[in-house]
């Protein structure tokens, strides 16, 4: 891939990021008392639906991946979009707690489509030796999602309905314009044989991989816990909507 042809990836890339996360990941932070109030629900069953879009998430993203590897990152993230509004548009819609879980469920088949496990997929199927390059700036990029979209414009339907929207006039075009039809093969550098052997003994690379991913499993338990109560416990403390989301951000 040129570098002109990358240095328009990355940036559509990180635009559908940004939107993607603050759809499907960062909008519960706000609206989820609105969701609570409306749909006469207790937090515990509010945010059980969306820690079942998390565990959807993470059970489809190997799926994800295979397909991403079979089809290209183009197909699959474009369908990703197309899931992502349905499901915002489900959400926006629901009436009961049975729809508001079917609607979530679909959301997070969407999350394992659309964010940075199958933008880096993506990313790595194009960028070829400035692969790294890339995905730092992609995922700052991200970062960008949780000071845009923490925000309740004109009430929790309508917010979500307008993520859907997003989703089909901006990510799903963006996806199909600028990630490329082909896949450009990483060619391998020359690699030393403190990599071609490892670092660690044969015997302690299992335990190690074990406890690599318990940690990063911990990580992300701790992350997703704050990010969806971090503006309630803020504004438990006194701090207005607008001062709790800022300080969030």
Known sequence: MSRATLFRLVPALGLTQIISWGALYYSIAVLGASIRDELGLSAAAL??????????????????????????GRLVMSVG?????????????AHSAIA?????????????MTLYDAAFATLSQHAGTSYRT?????????????????????????TLSGF???????CLPLHLAFVPRTVTPIVPGRIGSEYEHGTLPPESRRP??????VAFALNGFIVSALTVH???????????????????A
């Not at 991946?65 to 290209?72: C, E, F, Q, S, T």
């Not at 190690?208 to 991913?213: D, E, K």
């Open 230 to 248: 971090l503006i309630t416990v803020l504004q438990g403390k006194g701090l207005p909507l607008e001062s709790a989301v800022w300080v969030g």
């Open 134 to 158: 890339a995905l730092t700036a992609l995922t700052l990029m991200g970062g960008l999602a949780s000071t845009a979209f923490w925000l309740e414009w004109f009430g929790w339907r309508d």
């Open 164 to 170: 859907a929207l997003l989703q089909i006039a901006i």
């Open 47 to 72: 945010f059980g639906a969306y820690s079942l879009s998390l565990l959807l998430s993470a059970l489809t993203a190997p799926l994800a991946g295979r397909a991403i590897d079979r089809y290209g």
């Open 100 to 112: 508001l879980y079917a609607a979530w469920a679909l959301a997070g088949i969407a999350m394992a």
């Open 81 to 93: 979009s197309v899931t992502a509004a349905l499901a915002l548009f489900a959400i926006a819609h």
């Open 208 to 213: 190690a991989l074990i406890a690599l991913g």
